[in-house]
């Protein structure tokens, strides 16, 4: 159940969100070019000693952010201000990166399309430091998974490299995230335009409103992003090192990217919007074709038969032997003639 913030003085700790795990796991991974350690479900009274490691890169990622009382241990432990903590739990943050005196502190969404084609978000938070590195994450599903990996296997240069490039690799999984997401989207979009070119259009109104919402959602995680990296690229910000400023300006090159394509999107969905509308209309105008072409055939057979329902005394034909078959001969002929006529002209 979520809780309001309302009334509340600045500071207090309210977790926002819906709980999406049992009980707050905390994994720890120590690690330097040589040697990694990884603690699985830590135990608060440890954490204090292995924050204190100097000889190493210190990593906790902390899953479940509804135990109020462990997070305030936790920010004790790792020197963390009751605003930032306030921040960490409220899950409706704008994504944003804030230089402190001793490190950082940033805030981004996560993005990805669940087993069940659902986009899930989830608010993902890190606090950097010198010599360790704190990750908040909502849910027990790891969306740091790629990286641990990477770190246990030996694989590329992250185990050489300090904190700042930690957060780098921690960043760059969520992007790319962003992209697969935006790659399923994009596979729905132009399957939507297929099922509009051919006349599939049962439910495309709701389809085309439904990945709208999708990108909406998208947009607002990514576009406060960009805006976010830019502050980790100036000179006056210490958190992160020259080295690792090339890895940072590639990440938000490829954020631009995902909001180029975002917005391309945007402009392919107004468009398929237009088209289903179009082809909506072109099909009403079918329909009225049609029967304005079967009013326009009985309008003479109307009136043939209307001449000859009057009653009146002295009207030969109808008592010639052959006057109801002439009739109907010449009203056939009519509706043939009428139809050779509309189908030379190409009106249906």
Same mark, same amino acid.
């Given at each position: 159940?979520?809780?309001?913030?309302?009334?509340?003085?600045?500071?207090?700790?309210?977790?926002?969100?819906?709980?999406?795990?049992?009980?707050?796991?905390?994994?720890?991974?120590?690690?330097?070019?040589?040697?990694?350690?990884?603690?699985?479900?830590?135990?608060?009274?440890?954490?204090?000693?292995?924050?204190?490691?100097?000889?190493?890169?210190?990593?906790?990622?902390?899953?479940?952010?509804?135990?109020?009382?462990?997070?305030?241990?936790?920010?004790?432990?790792?020197?963390?201000?009751?605003?930032?903590?306030?921040?960490?739990?409220?899950?409706?943050?704008?994504?944003?990166?804030?230089?402190?005196?001793?490190?950082?502190?940033?805030?981004?969404?996560?993005?990805?399309?669940?087993?069940h084609e659902a986009l899930k978000n989830e608010q993902i938070s890190m606090f950097i430091t010198p010599h360790y590195l704190i990750s908040f994450q909502e849910k027990k599903e790891d969306v740091f998974e790629p990286v641990k990996l990477r770190l246990m296997e030996g694989r590329g240069i992250i185990r050489g490299k300090a904190t700042d490039y930690l957060a780098y690799s921690l960043i760059d999984v969520i992007v790319d995230d962003?992209?697969?997401?935006?790659?399923?989207?994009?596979?729905?979009?132009?399957?939507?335009?297929?099922?509009?070119?051919?006349?599939?259009?049962?439910?495309?109104? /709701?389809?085309?409103?439904?990945?709208? &919402?999708? !990108?909406?959602?998208?947009?607002?995680? +990514? *576009?406060?992003?960009?805006?976010? $990296?830019?502050?980790?690229?100036?000179?006056?910000?210490?958190?992160?090192? /020259?080295?690792?400023?090339?890895?940072? &300006?590639? !990440?938000?090159?490829?954020?631009?990217? +995902? *909001?180029?394509?975002?917005?391309? $999107?945007?402009?392919?969905?107004?468009?398929?919007?237009?088209?289903?509308?179009?082809?909506?209309?072109?099909?009403?105008?079918?329909?009225?074709?049609?029967?304005?072409?079967?009013?326009?055939?009985?309008?003479? $057979?109307?009136?043939?038969?209307?001449?000859?329902?009057?009653?009146?005394?002295?009207?030969?034909?109808?008592?010639?032997?052959?006057?109801?078959?002439?009739?109907?001969?010449?009203?056939?002929?009519?509706?043939? $003639?009428?139809?050779?006529?509309?189908?030379?002209?190409?009106?249906?």
């Amino acid at each position: 159940m979520k809780t309001s913030k309302k009334g509340l003085p600045p500071g207090t700790v309210v977790y926002t969100g819906e709980q999406k795990i049992e009980k707050t796991i905390i994994d720890v991974y120590l690690y330097n070019e040589s040697h990694i350690e990884a603690v699985k479900e830590v135990q608060l009274t440890d954490l204090d000693d292995l924050l204190k490691r100097q000889d190493c890169v210190t990593w906790v990622d902390i899953r479940g952010l509804h135990d109020i009382d462990l997070l305030h241990r936790i920010g004790k432990e790792g020197d963390i201000h009751p605003l930032i903590l306030e921040d960490i739990a409220d899950v409706r943050q704008r994504p944003k990166y804030e230089p402190l005196e001793k490190g950082a502190f940033l805030v981004l969404q996560a993005l990805y399309f669940n087993k069940h084609e659902a986009l899930k978000n989830e608010q993902i938070s890190m606090f950097i430091t010198p010599h360790y590195l704190i990750s908040f994450q909502e849910k027990k599903e790891d969306v740091f998974e790629p990286v641990k990996l990477r770190l246990m296997e030996g694989r590329g240069i992250i185990r050489g490299k300090a904190t700042d490039y930690l957060a780098y690799s921690l960043i760059d999984v969520i992007v790319d995230d962003y992209f697969e997401a935006l790659d399923k989207l994009e596979s729905r979009v132009f399957a939507i335009e297929q099922d509009i070119l051919d006349n599939r259009t049962e439910d495309i109104k /709701e389809r085309l409103h439904s990945n709208r &919402r999708i !990108l909406v959602r998208m947009s607002k995680a +990514v *576009i406060p992003w960009r805006d976010a $990296l830019l502050k980790t690229m100036k000179l006056e910000d210490l958190t992160f090192s /020259e080295a690792v400023l090339p890895y940072m &300006r590639d !990440l938000y090159d490829h954020t631009v990217q +995902v *909001i180029d394509r975002q917005e391309t $999107l945007r402009d392919i969905m107004n468009g398929l919007r237009d088209l289903y509308h179009s082809e909506l209309n072109l099909a009403m105008n079918k329909i009225m074709q049609v029967l304005t072409i079967i009013s326009t055939i009985f309008i003479p $057979l109307t009136f043939l038969v209307g001449v000859y329902g009057m009653n009146f005394e002295h009207m030969p034909e109808l008592k010639w032997r052959f006057g109801y078959a002439l009739v109907w001969m010449v009203m056939i002929g009519m509706a043939i $003639l009428l139809l050779y006529l509309f189908k030379k002209k190409k009106w249906f």
